[in-house]
């Protein structure tokens, strides 16, 4: 049943938004506005930026997205010395913290610049990143998310056959990567998914972005919720903490062939 | 063309023994040439890439004989017709040009232009006109350092720094560094620097260095409210605090300065005021040098063009051509291939508006927005390795400005849902959307979709780089375009 979203708020806070943003990370904010908007959920973003204290009662969704070396070093620091402990507390209240490309390296314990420099990362999930001398991996990618009892987490189940035709197969996400540091998870940290096609965490494990609880990191750009509408779906619905099935139906044609255009982008039909 | 990977700095230098003698490396590189358009090949580079391939230091020798020398214009946006608006102001002169006039502008598009023009001299002209040949190259901005080495230019012209194709260019930043090594070091420290100051990344190139000349908009009544969400270089490169922008002109573009450190935007010396913008169809200012102002009709549309004939004029003038020549030239110029061109499909006239990253697509879609009534577009949106195969900068671009002015769009390329997908989510109703992925059929769909009789019949095509030679060549097929493509 389609639950009432009149008097729904999701409450969205995007950090940096005028440093991290390189990889068109406005689109992943646009789908999230949007997809409220036009189910009468109303949304309210709240840019949170250098310097700026973090309220972690005040989010339902956390955003990081992607910057330069210089910018992401700006604000690495000041993610973890200003803002690093109501991160921690929104993430263990269960708020949803989405970090992309950047914000996926600095949600992790730490990112290795060279072997004289470190940056200290989060340490919401446990995963270490280094930049390797070797050429950027960059492409598209698509990965498979149907990985419910290693992450813990629980993806819908198949969407509506007629407006996804592909509902069978697996759960895809498509985009595309562009990054120079190499990801490693620890032993019992989950990924986000696995590969399909693409380089994903560090071009080698065949694991791609990592999940904790309600923390998920990823190097999909592209940028990732255009492309995958119903994961911008999913993230809602967990932020305001209902099932997605409650979320009401939208017309999702051009999202959809959207979604096929970029998996195909991938090599993956 | 625009695929192959920015060079790993090998030294021109390491010529084996045993190389070919460059004539004959010319005329083998010429028979590769005239086999590859046999075979249908349009690439204009080809030979020059087979030159490069056969005597390495074949750019080097060859410039060495251009009596006038050579100057370079590298930026993210506006190189082609910067370049075209200099070649129409020199011409004028009397310059006889070796220009690289179709936008080939990595070495072996340099390379070819260079041993086209070395056979030429004897054939067409006079004692006069060898004499005061000069070289004219657009220059890519990741080829910028090799190609300087190469060519030794007397002035080098550097207009804008955008982000641009992620995927191939890598960060700003990155490239920001590569040029401040090349205008410093080797023989870019010898050319005279033509900066455009209201780019804090390009100006902070001359801060260190003599024989620098600045150009720059001074007109607020063009100005923007803020900097838009396209914006990069927001922080002063000094001291890392943020810029604060008086003015904001176009992209990052403006009047800066830093509230810590005091770095401010260098006083132009070549500027444009009192700036007229008419819609799609063309733009005026006053052009002031510092030896002499003048009033310039520019039959080009935009801001973006104003700033292209900015830097030309900064060119022209540099080489000693008067205000009032540049402006008679620049009032008798044409748009450069595919920017803003006007051809005609079906009876119905097609506005070509080429779009590649998010600031050159603003200042599209900004210009657009100038011109009144609602409009029919087609959007082509290809990911082939020139356009860069990261389609996300379509999220950038304010595509905003076009909602509530769509009569109908059809989107075409390989990434053509995309385009739909991000109109959509612009605020064009998704009943004036239209997909159709083969750029043949989208043509034809969109030039036989007219708005109905006493409207705006003109279509606007807004493709990105390989889109547009491929729509331009269906256009010449049809006869409806020059195949300019020599």
Known sequence: ?269 | MRSREPPSHSSPKDQPGSALPLPSAIAAARLAGALSKLRGGGATSVPGVVLNRLRPDAISLLAKRLPQGSVVVSATNGKTTTSALAASILQRQGVSLVHNSAGANMPGGVAASLMQAAGRPARVGSHHKIARQLGLFEVDEAWLSPLVEQLSPSVVVLCNLFRDQLDRYGELDAIAERWQQTVTAGAGAKAQLLLNADDPLVADLGRHRDRVLYFGIEDDSVALQSLGHAADAKRCRSCGAAYVFDAVYLGHLGRYHCPSCGQRRPQPQVHASKIQLNGVESSSFTLTLPHGAVRVELPLPGLYNVYNALAAAALAGALQAQPQQIAAALGQSRAAFGRAELLTVDTRPLRIMLVKNPVGANEVLRTLALQQGQHDLLGILNDNVADGRDVSWIWDADFEALAGRVRHVICAGTRAQELALRLKYAGVPTSAIEVCEPIAAALAAAAANRPPAGQDQTLYALPTYTAMLQLRSLLVRRGAANGRWS
């Not at chain 1, 730490?110 to 989060?122: A, D, M, T, V, W």
């Not at chain 1, 598209?140 to 819908?156: K, R, T």
């Not at chain 1, 490693?184 to 065949?206: E, I, M, T, Y």
């Not at chain 1, 619905?237 to 979320?247: F, H, K, M, S």
Request: hydrophobic share 40%; proline share 6%; charged share 20%.
């Open chain 1, 1 to 269: 049943m389609v639950v009432s979203d009149s008097n729904r708020t999701l409450r969205v806070c995007a950090l940096y938004p005028d440093l991290l943003n390189i990889y068109a990370d406005r689109g992943n904010l646009l789908m999230l506005e949007l997809r409220c908007q036009w189910r009468g959920i109303r949304y309210q973003q709240t840019n949170c930026l250098l310097g700026e204290p973090l309220h972690s009662s005040q989010h339902d969704l956390i955003y990081i997205g992607g910057g330069q070396d210089r910018d992401q070093l700006l604000c690495a620091r000041d993610l973890v010395q200003v803002k690093g402990d109501a991160l921690r507390a929104a993430a263990e209240a269960g708020v949803v913290v989405l970090g992309i490309c950047g914000g996926y390296q600095l949600l992790g314990r730490s990112y290795q610049l060279s072997p004289q420099q470190e940056i200290q990362g989060l340490g919401l999930l446990d995963a270490v990143t280094v930049r390797q001398p070797g050429p950027r991996l960059i492409g598209n990618v698509a990965i498979d998310i149907n990985m419910d009892s290693a992450s813990g987490v629980s993806w819908p189940g198949p969407p509506d056959r007629r407006s996804h035709p592909d509902s069978a197969s697996p759960r895809l996400l498509a985009g595309f990567e562009n990054h120079g540091g190499r990801t490693h998870l620890g032993p019992r940290q989950a990924p986000l998914g696995k590969v399909v096609r693409g380089f994903g965490n560090d071009g080698r494990s065949g694991f791609e972005g990592a999940v904790s609880g309600s923390v998920i990191g990823t190097y999909l750009h592209g940028p990732l919720l255009p492309k995958n509408a119903w994961f911008a779906d999913w993230l809602i619905a967990t932020a305001l903490r209902i099932d997605p099935a409650q979320l009401a139906p939208l017309d999702d044609a051009l999202e959809q062939q959207a979604h096929l255009a970029a998996r195909r982008a991938a090599g993956v039909q």
